[in-house]
């Protein structure tokens, strides 16, 4: 690179010679320019950490606040958790009572109709000895209305053999009736009284 007899510096400033070193006027100009240079710099950096602590500060107040939500969510899944934990117990417990007295009341209820199902026997040993005595009161009730039938028609008939075609003999036969009963006949009404009773 030629160099004009100049010296090349880093930026590749060129300065001039002069008697006894380097012209001062080049020097002060790069110094400034330099010094310029280095607060735009500066004030950039300055701008950019600014904006970078305000970022940091953003940040940190949103992971603060973050932190501080998550803090309340492991709380209330904590709340939430115990809660559920107690509901599951409780309901176990209710499952556990519920179950124990479906078999309570199970055995009652079967203990319950088994009792009911001897009763039923009872009842239908009962109702078929009753209905024996029935059938037997009715059957002695139904011979003695036979027998008191035929008795009747035997009596009837016998009046009727009785009976003249003269009405002076009936006359007196039906006195002598009156005051005096054959002995078979006292008998047979005896009889008659007696079944009746």
Do not use: C, W
């Not at 510096?9 to 080049?26: H, I, P, Q, Y």
């Not at 010094?35 to 603060?64: C, G, H, P, S, V």
């Not at 309901?91 to 088994?114: F, G, T």
């Not at 009046?159 to 006359?171: G, L, V, W």
């Amino acid at each position: 690179m030629p160099t004009r007899g100049g010296i090349i510096v880093a930026g590749e400033k060129k300065f001039g010679t002069a008697m006894f070193g380097f012209k001062r006027s080049d020097v002060n100009a790069y110094i400034e320019r330099i010094i310029r240079e280095f607060d735009q710099r500066l004030k950039e950096k300055d701008d950019e950490n600014a904006m970078l602590k305000f970022q940091i500060k953003e940040l940190t107040a949103k992971y603060e606040r973050l932190s501080q939500e998550a803090e309340h969510l492991i709380k209330d899944k904590e709340k939430i958790a115990g809660v559920l934990m107690q509901a599951q117990e409780k309901a176990e417990a209710m499952m556990e009572e519920a179950r124990n007295h479906a078999v309570e009341e199970k055995a009652r209820l079967d203990k319950l109709l088994e009792s009911e199902k001897e009763k039923i026997v009872d009842i239908k040993r009962e109702l078929k000895s009753l209905k024996s005595q029935i059938t037997g009161i009715l059957s002695r009730y139904q011979q003695e209305i036979s027998e008191t039938i035929t008795n009747i028609e035997k009596k009837e008939q016998y009046y009727t053999t009785e009976e003249t075609p003269n009405e002076n003999e009936s006359q007196d036969s039906t006195e002598n009736e009156n005051q005096t009963v054959p002995e078979d006949e006292n008998m047979e009404i005896i009889d008659d009284e007696t079944q009746a009773e």
